[in-house]
């Protein structure tokens, strides 16, 4: 008789899955080898893996950028800010979801000294939607001393004249 032993909720219900997925690709996209790079916001990525808000700030960014007649809308990696590329060495995914906090998963990237820079860590949360539907609702970054990045955010105030 095979003992089946139970996973936690993150790795039960795909958060986990899905938060590992975006990892994975910021992680080939930290080697800057344009043949390998890997896109995070697709059509099918929009349409699965995020909320409507979401992509309705994307959207309302993509078009705000092109009004004004920017040829793109991020000039560096939207997850990590990064604009280096410098490579990433050692992740983490750690579920911090709380009965009274929207899902949130958060991840460690560890970045050995790259272009001079010192080595760092890159932290990131996933906050994905509450009802149980594993879409991603934003990406924040930390940002030090409390602060945080919100991508979402972020791509609402491009809108703004």
């Given at each position: 008789?095979a003992?089946?032993?139970?996973?936690?909720?993150?790795?039960?219900?795909?958060?986990?899955?899905l938060?590992?997925?975006?990892?994975?690709?910021?992680?080939?996209?930290?080697?800057?080898e344009?043949?390998?790079?890997?896109?995070?916001?697709?059509?099918?990525?929009?349409?699965?893996?995020?909320?409507?808000?979401?992509?309705?700030?994307y959207?309302?960014?993509?078009?705000?950028?092109?009004?004004?007649g920017?040829?793109?809308?991020?000039?560096?990696?939207?997850?990590?800010?990064?604009?280096?590329?410098?490579?990433?060495?050692?992740?983490?995914?750690?579920?911090?979801?709380?009965?009274?906090t929207?899902d949130?998963?958060?991840?460690?990237?560890?970045?050995?000294?790259?272009?001079?820079d010192?080595?760092?860590?890159?932290?990131?949360?996933?906050?994905?939607?509450?009802?149980?539907s594993?879409r991603?609702d934003?990406?924040?970054?930390f940002?030090?001393e409390?602060?945080?990045?919100?991508?979402?955010?972020?791509?609402?105030?491009?809108?703004?004249?």
């Open positions: 008789m003992l089946i032993m139970s996973a936690g909720p993150a790795l039960a219900d795909g958060r986990e899955q938060v590992r997925s975006y990892v994975d690709r910021i992680v080939v996209n930290s080697l800057d344009p043949d390998r790079h890997q896109a995070y916001f697709t059509e099918s990525q929009l349409l699965n893996d995020f909320s409507g808000d979401f992509v309705d700030a959207a309302d960014a993509l078009k705000a950028s092109r009004k004004r920017d040829p793109i809308v991020f000039e560096t990696d939207p997850m990590t800010g990064d604009s280096n590329r410098c490579p990433i060495g050692k992740t983490g995914v750690i579920d911090r979801t709380r009965s009274d929207p949130m998963l958060d991840v460690t990237m560890d970045l050995p000294s790259c272009d001079g010192p080595a760092r860590s890159i932290r990131l949360m996933f906050v994905l939607e509450k009802d149980g594993h991603i934003d990406v924040r970054r940002m030090g409390g602060n945080w990045f919100s991508l979402k955010a972020w791509l609402e105030r491009q809108v703004r004249p």
